[in-house]
């Protein structure tokens, strides 16, 4: 159960999650409460269900409606997921959502879909704003940190790409790099 704010109660969803619970006949019931917004991946509560969750201690998770219990699509897909690897059943009163039947499980494959077909979407706008960026002449990637005037200088002394890479903290291949931008970098092998 989930409520966004102190000034809210989570009286209702305790109240038919419990009278659910014993329709059924479960008596075992470890009722997991947070206050806060649903964004906020700090909830004590559900850490703690989740941790339970992955000791084995938790057969049926019941949550009042979906968007009580899960931030996206995303961790929805992602946490019903895992669930179903242990063994674990799922609810959601509101949303008729039972995992504990066909119909259920077939619920969790079109969300999964749709989750999928929503970070593929992402994926697409993210490389056509990253194409765009190029063809505007952005350079894209971390800025170069390396001080090329001290490569230069390192390996006019005659120490390898390693020795300069040790001596700056950066990578062989950053050293490289840098001595290939400032042309330098014809004869990197012969003296690497």
């Known amino acids: 159960m989930r ?7 989570t ?10 619970a014993r329709a059924r006949g479960w008596e075992n019931v ?6 806060g917004t649903g964004t906020n991946a700090n909830r004590p509560q559900l850490k ?5 969750a992955r000791q084995r201690k938790v057969d049926l998770v019941i949550c009042w409606k979906l968007d009580r219990f899960f931030r996206s699509l995303k961790d929805l897909v992602v946490t ?3 669930f179903t690897e242990l063994g674990i059943d799922f609810i959601s009163i509101k949303d008729n959502i039972d995992l504990t039947t066909s119909s259920g499980r077939l619920m ?10 929503e970070a593929s979407l992402i994926r697409e706008r993210v490389r056509a704003g990253l194409s765009n960026a190029k063809a505007k002449g952005k ?13 230069v200088q390192l390996k006019a002394e005659g120490r390898s790409l390693s020795e300069i890479a040790g001596i700056l903290g950066v990578t062989k291949g950053g050293v490289s790099k840098t001595l290939k931008k400032l042309g330098r970098g014809s004869r990197l092998n012969e003296q690497s």
């Open 48 to 52: 703690l269900l989740l941790n339970n």
């Open 139 to 151: 350079r894209l990637g971390r800025p170069s940190v390396i001080d090329g005037a001290k490569v």
């Open 108 to 117: 969790m494959h079109l969300l999964g879909a749709f989750a999928e077909f």
């Open 3 to 9: 409520v966004s704010t102190q000034e809210q109660s």
């Open 80 to 82: 019903l997921q895992e």
């Open 30 to 35: 470890t009722i997991y409460e947070d206050q």
């Open 11 to 20: 009286e209702l969803q305790a109240r038919e999650i419990s009278a659910y």
